[in-house]
């Protein structure tokens, strides 16, 4: 574990205040080192812009910005248990650079370079340059790269980290304008995504209790206390004055309590969840020559891995709470690890209580990494045995994470499958669906994808004829299904229906209940109501059947 050697002493003036690492001191290429940290990851990610699986999530929220570009009010026109932050910047970046797939992406290139260089800043305070530099590295080509999709998950990641990065500037500065920076960009965290949210709350309450009540720093008081009270507030305040202009606040306070209730229960998992089907145990442990199941067991050994990453962070946080305790000064280090354990222990909770799978780990691992950092590189380690392991760790962790990031890496760059969709150019596997649907379908008309995937409503500039863009039976209600149902009635429009959906539940829902799988009244309707035109496939292997009502023909 770190030592508790002071790395910056105190001014007289100021003897309340800590200076910042010497470590961190500013040179001429600590300056620029962040600049290219941004180029080179921005670069990088760039190159998955068009890439895609056709993932059934990434569509949620590209869909809900097309819907307030139409006009509509989330909550009140369309449902959704988010947060609005992301659909409202989504719709802002359609309407200043354009309505595209591309443009989407790009944001997210954007995000994901700005959290490495996040990363690396976080890093470099107690840890070796080349250490920050491989960690913001492995936050981009092992991190945002792994799944990268235009979901509200990497803008709240975003959130957090900037938050994270204004709470120690003002622990180091003692400036109010960082107060003011760390509350509004904890309640716009919020706004992006309330789970995590809520955990960087719990986080900064929990850090800066420790510093004040066993460190006796008192970092909040006065015109910093206030700063961050009104930072707090001001943005709560614009979004529940314009939605209650819209007459939806209740609906958008009971929306943002939907999950609790819903899809929590759905989306319980062990801690650390792979998601893994038995055909890819199969292929990952059983399948090839062993030095070939070697190679694939180091690739997904990070998934493994990272998950151990926060309980690290609890661990350093108990930790470095006793050593300031007994410090008759409390140094700038200890400060800062506090700090920063005390947030990845909250938003841990929040991963925990939301769900515990690989993916939810990694949409956060811009800030994991930085712990990673630490125990690779950290500076004041008095652990003999760390010490004497960190060359082969740090061997055995650009082997596997590089593992990683190459299986990535190529996936995407296999992929020559160039699809023109109304959106722009997807490269992608092997898909029918969306050629077909263009065909077939005129841009704004209705076309049900049941159970979900929202992206081809996107792609296709079709829209879903109810107030539902993706249904997952077992999370949404017997209500909602009912909702669907009338829809139906009312437009007879055409359906994507993936009739083998059930067989995703028991892998990626275990504790999706079996009456919900069994009892699914949108399928019963759409069975006997309407009848099958044509068998498409998407790039996951997936069948999806277009279908029209019994009484039209198909064309």
């Given amino acids: 574990m770190p030592s508790t050697t002071h790395t910056g002493s105190v001014s007289s003036q100021n003897a309340n205040a800590p200076a910042a690492p010497e470590s961190f001191a500013p040179r001429s290429l600590e300056r620029v080192v962040p600049s290219l940290i941004f180029v080179l990851c921005f670069g990088y990610l760039c190159i998955f812009r068009h890439y895609s699986t056709l993932e059934p999530d990434e569509g949620i929220v590209l869909q809900g910005a097309e819907r307030i570009i139409a006009g ?14 992301t659909f409202y910047l989504l719709a802002f970046l359609f309407r200043v650079f354009g309505d595209s797939f ?24 107690v840890c070796p340059p080349g250490v920050a530099v491989f960690a913001a590295v492995l936050a981009t080509t092992a991190g945002t790269a792994f799944r990268f999709l235009v979901l509200h998950n990497p803008y709240s990641t975003l959130g957090c980290c900037l938050c994270l990065y204004a709470a120690i500037r003002l622990v180091e500065t003692r400036k109010p304008y960082w107060a003011f920076a760390t509350g509004s960009l904890a309640s716009l965290t919020f706004l992006f995504e309330q789970s995590k949210g809520a955990g960087l709350f719990t986080g900064l309450i929990l850090g800066f209790l420790v510093l004040r009540f066993v460190g006796q720093q008192a970092s909040l008081q006065g015109p910093a206390l206030s700063a961050t009270a009104f930072g707090l507030l001001w943005p709560l305040a ?58 694939k067991v180091l ?44 947030v990845l222990s909250g938003l841990l909770l929040s991963v925990v209580i939301v769900r515990a799978d690989i993916l939810h780990f990694m949409y956060l691992a811009p800030l994991w990494y930085a712990v990673l950092a630490w125990t690779l590189g950290a500076r ?15 061997a ?23 699809i023109e969709t109304r959106k722009g150019i997807v490269i ?10 263009q065909s077939h379908v005129a841009p704004g008309r209705d076309v049900l994808v049941y159970p ?53 539940i028991a892998n990626s829902w275990p504790e999706t209940s079996l009456s919900a799988i069994v009892n699914d009244p949108v399928s019963d309707y759409i069975k006997r109501n309407y009848r099958v035109c044509q068998i498409l496939v998407s790039p996951e292997g997936w069948r999806f059947q277009f279908m029209v009502r019994n009484e039209v023909a198909c064309r």
Avoid at 397 to 418: E, H, K, P, Q
């Fill in 238 to 295: 614009i979004t529940f004055g314009y939605f209650g202009m819209h007459h939806a606040l209740s609906l958008m306070a009971q929306s943002w309590l939907w999950p609790l209730h819903h899809y929590t229960q759905a989306n319980r998992v062990t801690y650390g969840y792979q998601n893994w089907s038995d055909h890819t145990r199969e292929v990952i442990f059983h399948s090839g020559p062993v030095w070939l199941r070697v190679i």
């Fill in 428 to 437: 992608t596997g092997r898909d029918t669906v969306i050629d077909y649907v």
């Fill in 102 to 125: 591309a443009v989407a992406r790009i944001s997210l290139a954007v995000v994901g370079a700005v959290c490495s260089v996040i990363t690396y800043l976080l890093a470099r305070r």
């Fill in 72 to 85: 509509q009010i989330p909550y009140r026109d369309f449902f959704s248990f988010y947060t609005p932050g």
């Fill in 452 to 504: 979900y995937l929202p992206l081809y409503n996107y792609l296709t500039e079709t829209l879903s004829p109810s107030r539902y863009d993706y249904f997952q039976p077992g999370m949404n209600t017997s209500e909602q299904a009912e909702e669907i149902i009338a829809s139906l009635r009312s437009t007879g429009a055409p359906i994507l229906f993936e009739p083998r959906f059930s067989e995703k």
């Fill in 396 to 418: 055995f962790i650009a082997t596997t994470f590089g593992l990683l990031s190459m299986a990535v890496l190529f996936a995407t760059t296999g992929a020559d499958n160039r």
């Fill in 299 to 342: 690739a997904v050994s990070p998934g493994l891995l990272i998950p151990v990453l926060p309980l690290v962070a609890v661990g350093l946080l108990f930790y470095w709470t006793i050593q300031i305790r007994r410090q008759a000064e409390v140094s700038a280090q200890s400060q800062y690890y506090v700090l920063v354990c005390s």
């Fill in 380 to 394: 004041g380690v008095r652990s003999a045995a760390l010490n004497a392991l960190r060359v082969p760790l740090i």
